[in-house]
């Protein structure tokens, strides 16, 4: 098996590799469908202790690196946090949205990393195009009711406090609107509870 198909068969998608001083870096985010359903039925997620989905991912992801050879690296280490943008942007499979996200061809606004793995090969991808480049109307942009973001900037402040009222309630249990308008999020079938978990983190109770 590849790489990419081994990485589907934990839920997990090989999104991008880039170049990383003398080695490569695989990024590695949530397959769907089957990943939250997976993360859902783990003991990382049934045992109550804190950080479920990150222990799901160094248990996954560290058996991976073992079977690949390689070391893994998870974006919460930190900080200093290991740069996954700068690895995204250098792969030319991922790109810096209109509003500043990363968005990728087969996830859109969705593209997040549960971790990395450095190799001392680079896996082969197939060639993708920026999905920004083909997207006339670019819904994110106009998307987010307090417009937090930008290409250059995210106001936090803004975005917190829009979820602690009544108007925030549907970026709070269905993910954020900008990352929901994009067309390539709508086709890549992440479940709103997952989204809700993420959010929750983001802006407890
Ligand atoms: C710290 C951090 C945050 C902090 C940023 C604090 C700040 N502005 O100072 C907070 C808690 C606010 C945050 C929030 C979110 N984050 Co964040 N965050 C990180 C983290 C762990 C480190 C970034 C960092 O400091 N790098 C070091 C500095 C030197 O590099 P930098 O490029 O200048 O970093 C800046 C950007 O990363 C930016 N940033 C961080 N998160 C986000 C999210 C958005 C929407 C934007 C526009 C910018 C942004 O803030 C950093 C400091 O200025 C990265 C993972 C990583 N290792 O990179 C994830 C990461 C950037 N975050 C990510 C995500 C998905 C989010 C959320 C959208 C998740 C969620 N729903 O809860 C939320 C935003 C809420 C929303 N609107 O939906 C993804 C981005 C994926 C993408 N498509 O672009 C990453 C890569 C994590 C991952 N596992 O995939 N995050
Ligand atoms: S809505 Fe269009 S412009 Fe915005 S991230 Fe998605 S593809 Fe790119
Ligand atoms: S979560 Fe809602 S308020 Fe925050 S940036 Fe996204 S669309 Fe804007």
Redesign the pocket.
């Known amino acids: 098996m590849d790489h990419a198909a081994e990485a589907r068969a934990v839920y997990l998608d090989l999104l991008a590799v880039a170049p990383e001083g003398e080695r490569f870096v695989a990024l590695l985010?949530p397959h769907e469908p089957g990943f939250w359903e997976a993360f859902q039925n783990s003991p990382e997620a049934a045992d109550r202790a804190p950080d479920p989905m990150d222990r799901w991912s160094k248990r996954v992801i560290g058996a991976l690196a073992t079977q690949w050879g390689g070391s893994a690296v998870f974006?919460?280490d930190?900080?200093?946090?290991?740069?996954?943008?700068r690895w995204a942007l250098g792969s030319g499979q991922v790109w810096q949205s209109p509003?500043?996200?990363?968005?990728h061809p087969r996830q859109g606004?969705w593209?997040?990393?549960?971790g990395a793995i450095l190799l001392d090969h680079a896996p082969l991808l197939p060639e993708l195009a920026n999905p920004c480049l083909s997207c006339g109307d670019q819904p994110c942009l106009n998307a987010c009711p307090v417009n937090?973001?930008s290409a250059t900037s995210?106001d936090?402040d803004a975005?917190h406090e829009l979820l602690s009222t009544e108007n925030g309630a549907d970026?709070l249990n269905m993910?954020?609107a900008a990352?929901r308008a994009c067309p390539v999020s709508t086709s890549y079938g992440r479940k709103a509870d997952q989204?809700h978990f993420?959010?929750r983190?983001?802006h407890p109770a």
Do not use: D, K, W
């Open positions: 985010g974006p919460s930190g900080p200093p946090y290991p740069p996954f943008i509003v500043g996200l990363l968005v606004l593209t997040s990393f549960r937090a973001l995210y936090t975005c970026c993910g954020c990352r989204s993420h959010m983190a983001f």
